[in-house]
């Protein structure tokens, strides 16, 4: 069988036969950033060895199938129930949302389990990685600004707070400073506009970003953050090991 090389995001090389899958299941691979998170001899969880981004978890199998209609019923909520105590540490770790996302294209099953963090998927730096990524941002900037001002408009604001709104659109395309004005706009109905504002799906195309962010982190993370990926990594061993004490 031929031996494959990949480089993880320090830089070093990954040395695996066949399925990297199967080769991180039965600890093959000896330099995984973060090492081996949870692994109970059947579910296992790394941190992603390719991609530096802080909390993004890879759930793996043992069994080299590519759907989980091939395991058994107890084996599926085994998987699951591994799952949901990783997105309680994330929760206990300051991540309230996380994203799941199945690898329907590979041939050996896994799930990679993200923090559902804005900053990542709508950092004005990805203005730096591609045209696509640009339009991708500005698309989303514009539509969260019309509802953001659908919703003052149905507050009944001032002609100040229209004007201060207005100006504050097309002096940033940064969302948090214009949650900011929307915040200090709004006062106390600012909790309950944002309720309605999540209940309509506010969350534009994070699934489909996630590619050009991976791709993006790969060439442009910085030492600092990297390192900050190894730190995260540890905490949740930490965490899934007083789990099972």
């Given at each position: ?43 296992n969880i ?72 804005d900053k ?101 993370a910085t ?23």
């Amino acid at each position: 069988m031929e031996k494959l090389v990949e480089k993880n995001f320090l830089g070093q090389d990954m040395e695996f036969y066949g399925c990297k899958s199967c080769a991180i299941s039965n600890h093959e691979i000896t330099n995984l950033v973060g090492g081996y998170i949870y692994d109970d001899g059947f579910v296992n969880i790394t941190a992603d060895p390719e991609v530096p981004i802080k909390g993004f978890m890879v759930v793996g199998i043992k069994p080299h199938v590519s759907t989980l209609t091939k395991l058994q019923p107890m084996e599926r909520f085994q998987i699951i129930e591994t799952i949901n105590k990783l997105e309680e540490i994330m929760h206990s770790l300051g991540y309230d949302h996380v994203l799941k996302f199945e690898d329907g294209f590979s041939t050996h099953w896994r799930e990679w389990v993200i923090p559902a963090n804005d900053k990542i998927f709508y950092n004005p730096r990805i203005f730096e990685s591609d045209e696509k990524s640009r339009t991708k941002w500005i698309l989303y900037y514009e539509r969260f600004a019309i509802v953001l001002f659908q919703a003052l408009v149905e507050e009944n604001i001032s002609k100040e707070q229209y004007h201060l709104f207005i100006n504050k659109l097309y002096e940033t395309k940064d969302v948090d400073e214009l949650v900011m004005v929307f915040r200090s706009i709004c006062g106390n109905n600012f909790e309950k506009v944002l309720r309605r504002l999540q209940s309509d799906n506010m969350n534009f195309g994070r699934g489909k970003n996630l590619k050009n962010i991976s791709n993006y982190v790969k060439k442009f993370a910085t030492d600092e953050e990297k390192e900050e990926v190894v730190e995260f990594a540890e905490k949740v061993k930490r965490l899934f090991r007083e789990y099972h004490q």
